[in-house]
């Protein structure tokens, strides 16, 4: 097991890009004793992380669609975990409960495609034990009193929960800040030089840096340039867009009060707002909601739940996720020498970040490998772009 040391006090890492994966790393790194400087070309935390629903959702993962990587399921189990305490930490810190909760999510049905949805999700918790409960629909309306009336039945999934990722991105600004990492916001890196234990970058090029941290989100994909020459960090099509669109609505009285999935849609309410998405379009760069897909959503949304049809709604979105063809994050070395990447965490990353944060610290620190780092390496993406369609491209539109 190989060590990270340097002269000083700590080692000296950068870590690049400011989401909720480069932030959850940056406490992680800063935690364990390094001197951490987070790099952002934006202000952080206002990219996927923004655009999310904040759903932390390992049951959800248990059915494993196919091309699925066999160990994902079990990372997010992992996930979870770590949330408990993590968000204890950044509501101490804060004084914000962040609206994480215990009141577990329903699946819900009510057209035959999503009955076989919830019977195959069912199946598939009980073949790996994860809690769950098939509910009759009076049961499910008494649970949820929102649900409609039309409602064929639902799952309650215990381990399914949710947090307000917009409080999480600002609560780790305030963790990040007590543990002393260096934000630098607005800078973008575009150039790597050195070898480890001597690293610059263009954004900042009097610093030297022991190991750099890549947590990029989908900006994984473009390249960077490492000794002059364009280098790409993950093999060609290892990372994908996927677009997604949502809108959201006032949290009202007699609105839904706990996480309700139907198909590849959801809603997920908050207490400043009602979130309902998403479209999943691999291979969409860009982040324009339609109106005409929006629609779509909201009509889906309110066939569960029907007080979604009433009221104006607040806002629409768009999100780019970073992709990867077996839905698993890419964790570990990069293709350059001291530059390890934590990235592709696709619709798991608020789910995955602090994870993620303590798997990268490990790793970057203290050499540790094996375990989710050895699974969730980027090898598995030799050749990828050969074919890095999705196993899912499953779209409301
Ligand atoms: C519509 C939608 C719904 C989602 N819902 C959920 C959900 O309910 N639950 C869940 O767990 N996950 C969800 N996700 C997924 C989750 O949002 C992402 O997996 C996660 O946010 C990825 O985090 P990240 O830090 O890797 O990327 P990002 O949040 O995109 O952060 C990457 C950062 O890197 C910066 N950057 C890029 N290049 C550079 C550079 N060269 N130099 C400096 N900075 C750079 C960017 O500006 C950005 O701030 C959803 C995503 C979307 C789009």
Redesign the pocket.
């Given at each position: 097991m190989n060590t990270l040391s340097s002269s000083g006090s700590g080692p000296r890492i950068a870590v690049?890009?400011?989401?909720?994966?480069?932030?959850c790393c940056a406490l992680s790194l800063a935690d364990r004793g390094a001197r951490v400087t987070l790099?952002?070309?934006?202000?952080?935390?206002?990219?996927?992380?923004?655009?999310?629903?904040?759903?932390?959702?390992p049951a959800f993962e248990a059915a494993g669609e196919p091309g699925v990587h066999p160990a994902l399921f079990d990372l997010c189990l992992a996930?979870a975990e770590v949330w408990k305490s993590f968000s204890s930490r950044l509501t101490a810190l804060t004084g914000r409960a962040l609206d994480y909760g215990d009141a577990g999510a329903l699946a819900c049905a009510i057209t035959q495609e999503q009955g076989e949805r919830i019977m195959a999700l069912a199946s598939a918790c009980e073949a790996r034990g994860v809690p769950h409960i098939c509910l009759e629909p009076e049961d499910a309306r008494r649970r949820e009193p929102s649900l409609s009336a039309e409602l064929a039945g639902a799952l309650e999934l215990p381990t399914d929960q949710?947090i307000d990722?917009w409080g999480v991105v600002e609560a780790l600004g305030a963790a990040l800040a007590d543990a002393e990492v260096r934000v630098l916001s607005g800078?973008?890196?575009?150039a790597i030089d050195g070898e480890p234990g001597n690293m610059h970058l263009d954004?900042a090029p009097d610093d030297v840096f022991d190991a750099v941290v890549w947590?990029?989100?989908?900006?994984?994909r473009?390249p960077?340039h490492y000794e002059g020459e364009i280098t790409y960090l993950v093999p060609e099509g290892a990372i994908v867009p996927?677009?997604?669109?949502?809108f959201s609505l006032a949290p009202r009285k007699a609105g839904p009060r706990r996480v309700l999935r139907f198909g590849p849609g959801?809603v997920?309410p908050k207490a400043s707002r009602i979130i309902v998405?998403?479209?999943s379009e691999w291979n969409v760069d860009d982040t324009h909601a339609e109106l005409n897909v929006i629609e779509a959503l909201r009509r889906e949304a309110a066939q569960i739940c029907p007080i979604l049809a009433e009221g104006q709604i607040t806002r629409i979105?768009?999100?780019?996720?970073?992709g990867t063809r077996d839905h698993g994050?890419i964790l570990g070395a990069s293709s350059i020498p001291g530059v390890y990447q934590?990235?592709?965490?696709?619709?798991?990353?608020?789910?995955?970040?602090p994870v993620t944060g303590e798997l990268m610290a490990e790793l970057v620190l203290e050499g540790r490998t094996g375990g989710f780092l050895e699974k969730f390496g980027m090898s598995r993406f030799d050749g990828a772009g050969e074919n890095a369609s999705s196993p899912s491209l499953a779209s409301i539109r």
């Open positions: 690049v890009g400011a989401g909720v994966v480069g932030m790099f952002e070309r934006n202000a952080p935390g206002r990219g996927a992380s923004w655009a999310a629903a904040g759903m932390l959702a996930g949710q990722n800078l973008s890196v575009t954004a947590t990029v989100g989908e900006s994984a473009l960077v996927v677009k997604g669109q949502l959801y997920a998405g998403s479209t979105w768009a999100g780019v996720r970073p994050p934590a990235t592709g965490h696709y619709r798991n990353g608020i789910l995955l970040a």
